[in-house]
């Protein structure tokens, strides 16, 4: 199984900021690497699919980079709306597996 | 517009069952893998089970394997978890959801499971 690392766990950060969250996989697994908000009471939703393509609707001061073990997702601009926790998910292999999660607090 | 319905949620006696519904309207359901991903009360999220557009393949996580039976009816445009000897440790919100490729596209709002007895 893979096991994906996010860092941080937990972020307090100021509207207009630049916020960056990261994730590490236990072992390469190309671009095949997904980004989902969940906001509080709510369920996921989808931002950004293998890696680097914004999936539709998703505004876009979110975005994303990496492929083999490091991913980035990057915020630019920070809005109070984006306060939620954020996880990143392999489909490289079976079982598909998620991040722990990364809580941002907006100040 | 895609909406995900799941439905069959409840409290259940550990080492009881419960069958999980999901209702999809607003794309083609027969042209996706459908999955199923559960959350713990104040956890993380963990990837259950997939599922082929025809029913011909199906994946799951090791903790609910020969407990967890997903399937779909595409004539019906719904995709079911029947859930067999249910573990304290199953009790969590269970979220269906849409993947055209790998990533999950669309999500439901989810059921709550609660074993305890």
């Known amino acids: 199984e893979i096991v994906l690392t996010q860092s941080p766990d937990f972020q307090s950060v100021t509207p207009k900021e630049k916020v960056t969250i990261t994730c590490r996989a236990s072992?390469?697994?190309?671009?095949?690497l997904h980004w989902y908000q969940q906001k509080p009471d709510q369920s996921p939703k989808l931002l950004i699919k293998?890696?680097?393509q914004s999936f539709s609707g998703v505004p876009s001061r979110f975005s994303g980079s990496g492929s083999g073990t490091d991913f980035t997702l990057t915020i630019n601009s920070l809005e109070a709306e984006d306060a939620a926790t954020y996880y990143c998910?392999?489909?490289?292999?079976?079982?598909?597996?998620f991040g722990q999660g990364t809580k941002l607090e907006i100040k | 517009e895609v909406q995900l319905v799941e439905s069959g949620g409840g409290l259940v006696q550990p080492g009881g069952s419960l069958r999980l519904s999901c209702a999809a309207s607003?794309?083609?359901?027969?042209?996706?893998?459908m999955s199923w991903v559960r959350q713990a009360p104040g956890k993380g999220l963990e990837w259950v089970a997939n599922?082929?557009?025809?029913?011909?393949?199906?994946y799951y996580v090791d903790s609910v394997k020969g407990r967890f039976t997903i399937s779909r009816d595409n004539a019906k445009n719904s995709l079911y978890l029947q859930m067999n000897s249910l573990r304290a440790e199953d009790t969590a919100v269970y979220y269906c959801?849409?993947?055209?490729?790998?990533?999950?596209?669309?999500w439901g709002q989810g059921t709550l499971v609660t074993v305890s007895s």
């Open positions: 607003g794309f083609t359901f027969s042209s996706y893998w």
């Open positions: 998910h392999q489909s490289s292999s079976l079982p598909g597996t």
């Open positions: 072992q390469s697994i190309g671009s095949s």
């Open positions: 599922i082929k557009q025809d029913g011909s393949e199906k």
């Open positions: 959801a849409t993947s055209q490729t790998g990533n999950l596209d669309y």
């Open positions: 293998y890696a680097s």
